[in-house]
């Protein structure tokens, strides 16, 4: 299958900064598009922003000009640059991945996967 494993959250001050980071391992021959979403306490997920294989970037309107994504395909992983943090930032943050799977040699099959979330606290 396809593993994924996020890091870089934690703790940090209103006005700070913080880099996400998620690398995908596994039977993948290519990954499509890539993305983040969040859940804060009491609400429903959200997306937050999603970057395309050939670079075209998508950001929700609240982290818009704060937050950055971008991705290394040599590395399968994607990247999250949060700047100007805010309180109401506060969330599990999940990476979200299109790969193209290799089910078996000359077949391959897309295959949406998600990350286990990192915690991202933003806090005096």
């Known amino acids: 299958q396809v593993q994924l494993v996020e890091s870089g959250g934690g703790l940090v001050q209103p006005g700070g900064s913080l880099r996400l980071s998620c690398a995908a391992s596994?039977?993948?021959?290519?990954?499509?598009?890539m993305g983040w979403y969040r859940q804060a306490p009491g609400k429903e997920r959200e997306f937050v922003a999603t970057?395309?294989?050939?670079?075209?970037?998508n950001y929700v309107d609240s982290v818009r000009g704060r937050f950055i994504i971008s991705r290394d395909n040599a590395k399968n992983s994607v990247y999250l640059q949060m700047n100007s943090l805010k309180p109401e930032d506060t969330a599990v943050y999940y990476c979200?991945?299109?790969?193209?799977?290799?089910?078996?040699?000359?077949?391959?099959?897309?295959?949406?996967?998600w990350g286990q979330g990192t915690l991202v606290t933003v806090s005096l």
């Open positions: 970057i395309t294989k050939s670079g075209r970037t």
């Open positions: 979200n991945l299109e790969t193209m799977y290799v089910e078996y040699i000359g077949f391959s099959r897309k295959l949406e996967v």
């Open positions: 596994g039977r993948i021959s290519s990954i499509n598009d």
